[in-house]
């Protein structure tokens, strides 16, 4: 039987980016938008708070473009300070790059196993599925959904009593399987 978990963001995740005012390198999200039309130019940005001095970043999401080449329902969502673009947009690749950040999504995820009444079973099938792009250790998800210990885990994989098509090493963002043999 495949048991299928998931990997749920439970906040939006830290901003990794030096603080102009004080060289901290955590900002948070506040979720609210800046929205400034000069004519038919229009620029949106991202807000976001340093950790430690609570100095504010705009984090670049439309530079200069013409009004109406924006869709209405993104304008909607940027006035309307939606939490879910916030996310999206944290998350995006392009967003990422333009304004030179990393997330760092300690403590701001969590496994949702479905329950451990799958534990005392001798083979596991189980389908790993991202609810975003958080790039998490398997052998950290592992252990945890299955309750071991890192080590046991790394043991489990070198014994080949753990395997998975996708190489469990290092960091993982999107679904994988893997099988656990007791």
Partial sequence: MLKNWVVVPTCLPLVRRRCHACASERFRAS??????????LIDAWLLALC???????KLTVLERMTVRSVRPEL???????DPGLAAELLQDPVVQRR???ALDWDNAW?????????????????????????PVRPVRLIAEGCGL????????ITEGRLVSAVRLSGKLSGDFTFTLKR
């Fill in 51 to 57: 950790t430690a001095c609570g100095e504010t970043a």
């Fill in 31 to 40: 979720g609210k938008f800046r929205v400034n039309a000069n004519h038919k």
């Fill in 75 to 81: 304008l909607d969502r940027l006035h309307d300070n």
């Fill in 99 to 101: 304004n030179r950040i």
């Fill in 110 to 134: 969590r496994l949702d196993t479905g329950g451990s009444d799958h534990l005392d079973r001798e083979v596991i099938d189980v389908s790993v599925r991202f609810a975003a792009r958080i």
């Fill in 149 to 156: 210990s890192r080590a046991e885990v790394e043991r489990l």
